[in-house]
């Protein structure tokens, strides 16, 4: 099995608006079969963070905000050309139709589209909307290296949203995969013995 990860880093507040490169990285977020949010879950550092504290949900928020946004303005785009095709007596436009409202509907309550799945939809008809919410989701979480085993107060905060999102969520830290892409196998393997030996096959 193969997986291809596509960095979309920088999405910032405004981006389905075009704010930094907006509509350049939510062209290739439509591309993508998942969404894994890479979570800063760490304090200090040498990095600044562009909001200036250090806040996961928020993070994660403002990303599935902005994804809301540019779903609402596809969806409404859309439904225009589907109203005139119901006109039209086209069957299956009327079924896609009523999904589409129904994934308005959620939209603007602020929930992701994929809670029409929840809510008893088609999975093939929802992923032919070609929505951005309706990709499954991993958070990730990423900690200090001492802090990789046990995870910290923001990673719970983050597992606790992606249990009552019937997401997925697991915590890494950049920094010991930093250092062992540049160790040998072996020592690798040594490495790793350091954490709990169920850590590796996250590695």
Known sequence: TQIEFVDIAGLVRGASRGE???NQFLA?????????????????????HVEGTIDPLRDADIVETELM?????SLERRREGLIKRVRGNEAEAKAELELADQALALLREGRPARALLD??????????????????VLYVCNVVEAEAAAGNAHSRAVAARAKAEGAGSVVISA???AELAHLSPHDREAFLGR??????LTF
Not at 28 to 48: K, N, P, T, Y
Not at 125 to 132: E, F
């Open 20 to 22: 930094g490169l907006g």
């Open 28 to 48: 290739h977020i439509r591309e993508v079969d998942a969404v894994l949010h890479l979570l800063r879950c760490f304090e200090g550092g040498d990095v600044s």
């Open 69 to 73: 946004l540019a779903d609402l303005e």
């Open 119 to 136: 809510e008893g939809a088609d999975a093939e008809s929802v992923r032919r909307l070609n929505l951005l919410t309706a990709k499954p």
């Open 175 to 177: 920094a010991i995969e």
């Open 195 to 200: 954490f709990d030996p169920s850590l590796r």
